[in-house]
């Protein structure tokens, strides 16, 4: 995706091409026809973690290839720089979702990359445009009705991430130790036919000093919204999708979070009209398969 820029050391002093040419890459997963996919004007997506074992690729994978849309946001934290200093781990599924979003932009859908905390090597090349990939600092989206957004990844409203840098990396080991535990919990239920669940999305919200903490956040940055004069804003970084609204020297501020890929699954969306909505991946991808088993009964029972 980023060419030589990411060629270099890795965990224990392995030397690789992090990402090789994907002009000639064939995905491990093809990629499913682009018919019937739902046409949107809008889409934004973080917090992807490309480079974990905590990504969830095979959902991300099946959402692209469900949905299009004339604009992309890649909402920060796309790839985790952090772990790949630590360790190299680099699936084919996660080479599969660069290579779609790269056809999706030679396509000609617009994508927007706002890199975030744990991919910031990419804050150095602000400006420039990668395989039709624009890399900003942040953004400004203007709605189909007339709204204007403020779009960024949301780490420079961290308490954490801005006084005690430190402690959001001790956070962070102790976040992927979770996700390891998640990821074998997970992995009985599919054995059980049993939906995806997020064990860390639930404890979030179980936790007092947790749900204080996103409420501060989400408060936070709609004032900054509030303050910079547009109409909302939208961001990802907590892994926390929500739709809130706050007011501001009188004025209404919508605050969006775009969730995640690794506990989640989430994206938000903007229709052609302007309406808004967060789509919880899971719970699609369940009822598609619902109605598929209950078409393929209807037919041999007809049969």
């Keep these: 995706m980023f060419g030589n820029y990411l060629d270099g050391e890795f965990g224990n002093g392995r030397t690789v091409s992090a990402f090789p040419d994907f002009a000639g890459h064939k995905p491990a997963i093809p990629e499913r026809s682009a018919g019937g996919r739902r046409k949107f004007r809008t889409i934004w997506i973080s917090d992807i973690h490309l480079g974990t074992k905590g990504c969830n690729a095979d959902l991300l994978i099946d959402f692209l290839d469900s949905v299009d849309s004339e604009t992309m946001y890649l909402v920060g934290d796309i790839i985790d720089g952090w772990r790949l200093k630590k360790r190299f781990y680099w699936p084919a599924e996660h080479n599969d979702i660069v290579w779609r979003l790269l056809k999706r932009a030679k396509r000609g859908t617009r994508i927007v990359y706002i890199p975030g905390n744990h991919d910031e090597m990419f804050r150095q090349f602000t400006g420039l445009n990668f395989g039709g990939i624009e890399i900003r600092r942040a953004a400004f989206h203007d709605t189909a009705d007339g709204r204007r957004l ?29 996700m390891g535990v998640n990821h074998w919990v997970n992995a009985v239920r599919r054995k059980l036919d049993l939906p995806y669940w997020s064990l860390s999305k639930m404890a979030k919200h179980k936790v007092k000093n947790a749900v204080e903490f996103i409420g501060k956040y989400e408060e936070v940055v709609a004032r900054a919204a509030g303050e910079r004069g547009v109409d909302g804003v939208v ?27 690794v506990e989640g699954c989430n994206a938000l969306v903007e229709h052609a009209d302007g309406r808004m909505e967060i789509l919880n991946w899971p719970e699609e991808a369940a009822l598609r398969e619902a109605r598929e088993r209950q078409s393929r009964e209807t037919v041999a029972q007809a049969a």
């Design 150 to 178: 403020m779009v960024l990844h949301g780490d420079e409203f961290d308490a954490v991430m801005l006084s005690h840098r430190w402690l959001a990396f001790v956070g962070d080991a102790l976040y992927h130790f979770m």
């Design 235 to 261: 961001c990802g970084h907590i892994h926390t999708a929500e739709h809130r609204t706050f007011t501001h020297d009188g004025k209404r501020i919508e605050y969006w979070n775009d969730g995640d890929w």
